[in-house]
């Protein structure tokens, strides 16, 4: 994909699958723009020389988020791959933690895309989020339910504000993982045939044609990206 001399936000681009994205759209050209949640993070990204990063930022907090995109005028496309996973039954998933399930998954990709919404150029541009497979087959994520709804919400924001912003040429879609082959993942399973899940330069490839200009048409879709598991 062509990116050259675009400017594009990736949250958790300091993740397994967030350093594959990152890697394929500097491949492409792109200048990338990457927050991180402490220095010791962003000392420890292997592309730190390549991109800019936005230190110290809690993608939970508008004033955060607010810098994160600042200065940004011309952005391309901004790819919300930032949040997180916990087990629970309902039973023992308190508000607070549903509530921090909702916010590492949902807020976070809410109040990105509506921010980046102001630093799009005329040209329009992309959003990109990330689902995931309970959030298309609910009955899945018994066990991991307050999970499974807040990457449901995601799901929906991203069908609704692809008709949104359908006259601005701004195209919004997701992905949607099952088990991402990575190094914590094979830990957490070890017995697991790994050999099914999906790799995260596999993802990235789907990430950057969603992202690039080479996508003309796409848009208010959910990819599923479940490999052969």
Partial sequence: MQFHNRTIVITGGTGALGTAVVSALLAGGAHCRIPTRSDQEADAFPHKDRVTLVTRCDLT?????????????DLWASIHIAGGFAMGNVADTNKAALMQMLNTNFISCYLCCRAALAAFGPAGGRIVNVASRPALEPRVGAGSTAYTASKAAVTALTQALAVELAGRNILVNAIAPAIIDTPANRAAMPNANHAAWPTPDEISAIIAFLASPENKVTSGAVVPVYGRA
């Fill in 61 to 73: 907090d508008e004033a955060d988020v607010a810098r994160l995109y600042e200065g940004v005028t």
